[in-house]
């Protein structure tokens, strides 16, 4: 049984350029979630799929972040043109939905993102 | 919305000692669940326990136990006989709109040897 796994874990960028995340949930969870976590923080949740519908994305931190889970397997996310302040960890995770009980959220081990 | 705050920032205890890691909810709802999750130094955050609004009942799991009392709106978590490997970033978390974790702050918990 493999849990969540993220790529890459470590991603060094310089302001301005884009970014693209991936994230590969457990495999029969349908709900895929993404977080980011600053230093001394807890997450902060930004967005969610359902299968590959994305629910909910309002909390997206502005419109340079976006997500995309094509055929509601693995996910990605991206955030255009960086800047200092997305430096941060970014965390995923997966659960599963089954007749309306919410289960926990199982995480991975998060891809750091330092913007130069 | 809902929150939960973790007024601890950072613990220190030696070895074998019982600490109590304290968290405060608030929400509207009738129905919620809350959750607590240990983020060791390697980074990855661990699923502990989750709780729902409708089971009043105390768990315990080896060392671990967990106070949940509606009256005070608190989800307290205790670690009895501290180890070493209990040190790392604890996070009391309730589900928001019925997906999104909100986490507190997170307690630092040291344990020394």
């Known amino acids: 049984d493999t849990g969540v796994s993220q790529n890459p874990r470590h991603k060094i960028t310089k302001r301005g350029q884009n970014v693209t995340f991936r994230c590969d949930p457990i495999s029969e969870h349908n709900r895929l979630y993404w977080y980011r976590q600053t230093l001394g923080q807890g997450p902060e949740f930004l967005t969610y799929?359902?299968?590959?519908?994305?629910?909910?994305k309002s909390r997206l931190l502005s419109d340079r972040f976006s997500a995309e889970r094509p055929k509601g397997s693995f996910s990605t996310l991206e955030i255009q043109r960086t800047e200092q302040g997305d430096s941060a960890m970014y965390l995923c995770a997966s659960s599963s939905l089954l007749a309306g009980v919410l289960d926990e959220q199982f995480f991975g081990p998060g891809t750091r993102l330092t913007v130069l | 919305a809902q929150k939960v705050t973790q007024a601890q920032t950072e613990i220190s205890v030696v070895e074998k000692e019982d600490v109590t890691l304290d968290c405060v909810y608030e929400?509207?709802?009738?129905?919620?669940?809350l959750f607590w999750y240990k983020q060791p130094p390697s980074g990855e955050l661990v699923f502990l326990i989750r709780r729902n609004s409708f089971d009043e009942q105390n768990e315990i799991s080896g060392r671990y136990s967990w106070n949940f009392q509606k009256s005070t709106s608190s989800f307290n978590f205790t670690i009895t006989a501290s180890q070493v490997v209990d040190s790392a970033v604890y996070f009391c978390?309730?589900?928001?709109?019925?997906?999104?974790?909100?986490f507190g702050k997170g307690t630092s918990l040291l344990v020394t040897p």
């Open positions: 929400t509207r709802d009738t129905t919620y669940y």
């Open positions: 799929f359902q299968n590959e519908a994305q629910l909910e």
């Open positions: 978390a309730i589900v928001d709109s019925g997906y999104a974790l909100n």
